[in-house]
Nanobody, 115 residues
């Protein structure tokens, strides 16, 4: 099973925005719930958001509700995370995977929120 490939991270000031992308193989993506997780050093991975197979249902961690939006393009097997009003506590490595998680995790993409 090919690992997901996350991209779009970077350094942004507080209040800024980023859009993360995740390219996944059909075996991971097709007909599956998908999720974004994040992890900081020394902590467990945290579930950030999930999305249903057709994109019609989403759920968010309380810490990102109202600021982040998860969406998907099933024709491209690509998952996205639009992150607005970023805070320092959003700094983490972000991962995408099917939900519940199965198979291999990707390398993730680093998001750093700092002035």
């Amino acid at each position: 099973q090919v690992q997901p490939l996350e991209s779009g991270g970077g350094l942004v000031p507080p209040g800024g925005s980023l859009r993360l992308s995740c390219a996944a193989s059909g075996s991971i993506f097709t007909s599956n719930l998908m999720a974004w997780y994040r992890q900081t050093p020394g902590k467990e991975r945290e579930l950030v958001a999930t999305i249903s197979p057709n994109g019609g249902s989403t759920n968010y961690a309380d810490s990102v509700k109202g600021r982040f939006r998860i969406f998907r393009d099933n024709a491209k097997n690509t998952l996205y995370l639009q992150m607005n009003s970023l805070k320092a506590e959003d700094t983490a490595v972000y991962y995408c995977i099917n939900f519940p998680p199965r198979g291999s995790w990707g390398q993730g993409t680093q998001v750093t929120v700092s002035s």
